[in-house]
């Protein structure tokens, strides 16, 4: 059983490692190029998105700035994330080029270093089939749409007096419509015909412009980062030269929407529809992939670590030391007190800015052991003070000093007591992982909104992804009751 046990350790540190040496080692020994890492949604088709045949990364700005990325000499490195988190991963140095049709507006001059334009577009308003009296920004006023919270689009409408609700991307906003939660969305058109072509929905429609001001798209970069955004503006000046950016909008676009008023977008004859059926078998594969690589380590050893965490907290707290107790206290107090998403973006976007710069796995796995800590810490502390004070007294007449008297007499029978809520802890442990998107770690449900995206189909893939985290968590149920019969022995009668 040791054996065993010491070989599932040693699988979960390759699981953990790889991810983090693989990135950096690839290629390095041949290849001499600069990296440049870029961030993208990998979920707004055509722009960013995964293919449903391979899950290779495509989309247009995909292809785009790989063309940059040639001529410039640049060996590229995506970082995929939501677009509300983007700018915060460029502004910590996650990543170092945005290229995810971000617009260029006064506010962004003012803070990146903006490239020349590659795209020309321009925002639609987006509604229900059969509503009426939404036709123009003027009409918004009062109503609800639904954004990316960060986008140019939300900013407009926000000016036009509307109330905006906060999603991910584009296919989640259009789900909003269509199930009458909102009244509109806006977004580049070029999406809103990619979705009516993809989906083959008839549930919505354009029904204006928002505006008439054509939207202009560019890369971004941190505003110091002048020698990158200069050789992207020779790049993209020699890909407008020899053709080769009127060659991929054409294949995306029918059009080339790198030089303003080209005509009228075509997406039909892109990408297919395909059935729910058809869609989840491919899903199924690469979502295991990640609840197998991803999710179950990661949860493994962030409850491993939070474990001691606890124990040491919860010792410290029943010590009779002022300054442990209050450090204890104070550490449960701010992890209670604090959402674990605030704590990953403390973690992953704050601590870079006082020099302490984590891999998004041991950011992950950090910010969740902190958390797990501060929880079970209580439930250690409770779970020994159960045990009936002459349990001590006993262990002490026999010469057992305090240590030894927790380690053969005390934790066995605290144990038992803590088992339940412990096992509660890893279970909601588990299924929070679903946030770790924002910190850069593709987990089993990041993988789900990959797939959902690519296909704008949500229902079946998120049931999928339901059933996954299910199996396990009845898994790790099943297990808790084997744990908590072994621990009956130490049960004092």
């Not at 910590?92 to 577009?121: F, H, K, M, W």
Request: charged share 20%; aromatic share 8%.
């Amino acid at each position: 059983m040791r054996h065993v046990l010491r070989v599932l350790a040693l699988l979960l540190v390759a699981l953990v490692v790889a991810p983090l040496a693989g990135a950096g080692s690839a290629g390095a020994a041949t290849d001499d190029r600069p990296v440049v890492r870029v961030g993208t949604e990998g979920t707004y088709p055509p722009f960013s998105f995964h293919d449903s045949d391979t899950d290779d990364l495509t989309g247009y700005d995909v292809e785009v700035i790989k063309a940059v990325a040639e001529k410039a000499g640049w060996r590229l490195q995506f970082v995929e994330t939501t677009f509300d988190a983007i700018f915060a991963a460029l502004d910590a140095d996650r990543i170092d080029v945005v290229a995810n049709q971000v617009t260029d507006n006064p506010e962004r001059q003012a803070r990146y270093g903006l490239s020349d334009t590659y795209t020309y577009s321009r925002g639609v308003i987006v509604v229900k089939k059969g509503t009426t009296g939404i036709t123009s920004l003027a009409d918004l006023e009062g109503k609800t749409t639904a954004q990316s919270l960060t986008t140019n689009y939300a900013e407009l409408a926000r000016e036009a007096g509307a109330k905006v609700e906060g999603v991910e991307g584009f296919a989640q906003a259009a789900a909003l419509v269509v199930q009458g939660r909102v009244d509109a969305l806006i977004n580049d058109n070029l999406a809103a015909l990619d979705y009516l072509n993809t989906t083959g929905s008839d549930a919505i429609e354009i029904t204006g412009d928002a505006g008439d001001e054509v939207s202009q798209q560019k890369l971004a970069f941190r505003k110091d980062d002048t020698a990158l955004l200069q050789q992207a503006n020779e790049a993209l000046a020699a890909l407008k030269a020899d053709g080769t950016l009127a060659k991929i909008s054409e294949k995306y676009f029918k059009i080339d929407v790198s030089t303003e008023n080209s005509g009228e977008a075509d997406l039909s004859g892109g990408r297919a529809v395909r059935s729910d059926a058809d869609i989840v078998k491919d899903a199924a594969w690469p979502m295991l992939q990640k609840l197998l690589i991803a999710t179950i380590p990661i949860t493994v050893v962030s409850f491993a670590l939070g474990l001691v965490l606890a124990v040491a907290a919860a010792l410290a707290n029943i010590s009779g030391s002022r300054v442990l107790r209050g450090i204890a206290r104070t550490y449960i107090s701010i992890i209670r007190g604090t959402p674990l998403l605030v704590q990953l973006f403390i973690v992953f976007y704050g601590l870079p800015e006082i020099g302490i710069d984590l891999p998004p796995w041991p950011s992950a796995i950090l910010a969740l052991s902190l958390n797990v800590g501060g929880y079970a810490a209580e439930i250690v502390r409770s779970a020994i003070l159960s045990v009936p004070k002459g349990q001590f007294e006993a262990a002490a007449t026999i010469g057992m000093g305090y240590w030894q008297s927790l380690r053969r007499i005390v934790f066995p029978q605290a144990a038992r007591t803590a088992v339940p809520p412990l096992s509660n802890t890893l279970i909601s442990l588990l299924k929070d992982t679903s946030l770790l998107s924002v910190v850069l770690v593709t987990e089993l449900f990041r993988q789900a909104q990959i797939a959902a995206s690519a296909a704008q189909v949500f229902f079946p893939l998120y049931l999928l992804a339901a059933l996954y985290y299910w199996v396990v968590c009845a898994a790790l149920a099943a297990g808790q009751g084997r744990i908590e019969t072994r621990l009956n022995r130490f049960v004092a009668r």
